[in-house]
């Protein structure tokens, strides 16, 4: 499990080992740590060496390989905030949250370097590992038929991809939600512990007879969208229904076309809609402490964001590489998913020559990252140009639904269906078909 990557650019981290007896190994040298009271090391790549130091300059090994850091033998693994503290781990990755956090890791460490950077890998068995992640992407407030949900979804996610993820690199899934997001022990709870090990084994196998995929997303914003049009053909067994009831009116929008959109996103049928991620079913102003903790509250269910031509202007040229840019001029909208995500927009202005030019923005992702300063929220939009009396753009308005790709479970729509009493078979039901849940072992 990578929890520091190369490309976080670390050269120097420290950490915080709690009492105990460690070993450290590293190709022919070994030192152990006794102590009984917090440690406090130090690694370093200096050149093409990886240093550990104690105590702030005292060098207990030097190598040109890696270091591996084994616990205390009779450790209580996932006590809370248990294991050893990292200081200023990269969290939400090119994302409007990304930030530096401490985070606790249990079990052991490897301690790679490449290109002068730090690689630092969290080795733990899998049924610990998820109970972590589940803790990670939600907050302890959450319903146990959730976290059984969410704890199903991640296992069989993990199954699938377990070793194609990160190639040629020391670790086989990183910490972060191109992966799962995994905080180790920081966010653990009991109550989360015990409904994991509920669903221990349990896996989402679709009528072909393998482990599904099971993508989730943190808010659809009220239809799921086709898994095929974000992860390809092989991406079975996921619906791509609406978020609601059967029989709820949202059906009616499913799929969002150009023509509705609008009305989709913004109109008057929101007041009382019966999406299981609506805020009618589970209030905006306590969302915050279902979330988890590296989230940021806002509104997610619908959003909207305002840009002047100029900041518009300045990330279409450095994010979706329009080296010419010189005026925006307008949006033209290319296909659409069943959820109204935009896969194909095309961005038509004048160079700095002030000739006119359209340039297409490829998939969902690229189109989020190249309209926002981190990361916009879903490509699930619409836009309103507002020009003063000489007819130039004086405001870009985006308004959208959703946070995220939108596919497989809404953490959101999951965690509503849980306080209104639904199952975690029904809801993963809801969220997977057509699929089955199997014990695998």
């Known amino acids: 499990m990578g929890v520091t990557l190369e490309g976080d650019d670390k050269n120097m981290m420290e950490m915080s080992l709690p009492p105990g007896k460690y070993k450290m190994d590293a190709q022919d040298q070994s030192a152990t740590i ?30 040109a390989g890696f270091i591996t850091l084994s616990p205390p033998e009779k450790t ?59 803790t990670s992407e939600m907050s302890a407030e959450c319903p146990p038929e ?5 704890a199903t979804a991640a296992r069989s996610w993990m199954l699938v991809f377990l070793k ?20 180790g022990t920081t966010h653990l709870s009991p109550t989360f512990a015990r409904s994991v090990h509920d669903t221990r ?16 997303s943190k808010c659809c914003g009220g239809i799921m969208e086709r898994a095929q049009n974000i992860f390809g053909k092989g991406a079975v067994g996921i ?24 009305e989709w996103v913004g109109g008057g049928f929101l007041t009382k809609s019966d999406s299981f991620c609506s805020p009618n079913v589970c209030p905006e102003e306590v969302l915050p402490k279902y979330l988890g903790a590296v989230d940021e509250a806002g509104k997610y269910y619908r959003w909207k964001v305002i840009y002047s031509p100029e900041e518009l202007g300045h990330y ?29 927009l095309e961005v038509i202005y004048k160079d700095l020559k002030g000739v006119k030019k359209e340039r297409t923005i490829k998939t969902q992702y690229q189109i989020r990252n190249a309209l926002h300063e981190k990361f916009l929220f879903s490509s699930a939009f619409f836009w309103d140009l507002k020009k003063n009396a000489h007819g130039r753009i004086e405001k870009i308005i985006l308004q ?40 695998a072992y």
């Not at 990755?93 to 890998?121: A, C, M, S, T």
């Not at 978020?243 to 009616?252: E, G, I, M, Q, V």
């Open 34 to 63: 006794i102590s009984e009271s917090p440690i406090s090391l130090t690694m370093e790549v200096r050149g093409d060496m990886l240093l550990c130091q104690k105590d702030q300059g005292k060098e207990l090994l030097k190598t």
């Open 76 to 134: 209580e693994i996932l006590a809370p905030r248990s294991g050893i503290l990292l200081k200023g781990v990269v969290v939400g990755r090119g994302f409007h949250w990304q930030k530096e956090v401490d985070l606790n890791f249990p079990y052991g460490l490897e301690i790679h370097h490449r290109n002068g950077k730090l690689i630092i890998v969290n080795v733990i068995p899998m049924e610990a590992y998820l109970t972590c992640v589940v």
């Open 146 to 150: 959730f976290i059984k949900a969410q």
């Open 164 to 183: 194609n993820k990160h190639i040629n690199e020391p670790f086989y899934i990183c910490n972060d939600d191109c992966c799962q997001r995994y905080q």
């Open 201 to 216: 084994g349990m896996c989402i196998v679709t009528r072909e007879d393998s482990i599904c995929g099971a993508y989730y």
């Open 239 to 262: 619906s791509r229904t609406i978020d609601a009831p059967r029989k709820s009116p949202t059906a009616k929008y499913n799929p969002v076309t150009e023509e509705t959109i609008r």
């Open 316 to 344: 279409l040229k450095e994010k979706a590489g329009i080296s010419d840019m010189g005026e925006f001029l307008d949006f033209r909208p290319g296909r659409r998913g069943n959820s109204g995500r935009l896969h194909e």
């Open 400 to 439: 959208g639904a959703g946070w995220g790709h939108g596919v497989g479970l809404c953490q959101m729509g999951a965690l509503g269906m849980a306080l209104q009493g639904y199952s975690y078979e029904k809801i993963l039901k809801h969220y997977y078909n057509p699929s089955k849940l199997v014990m």
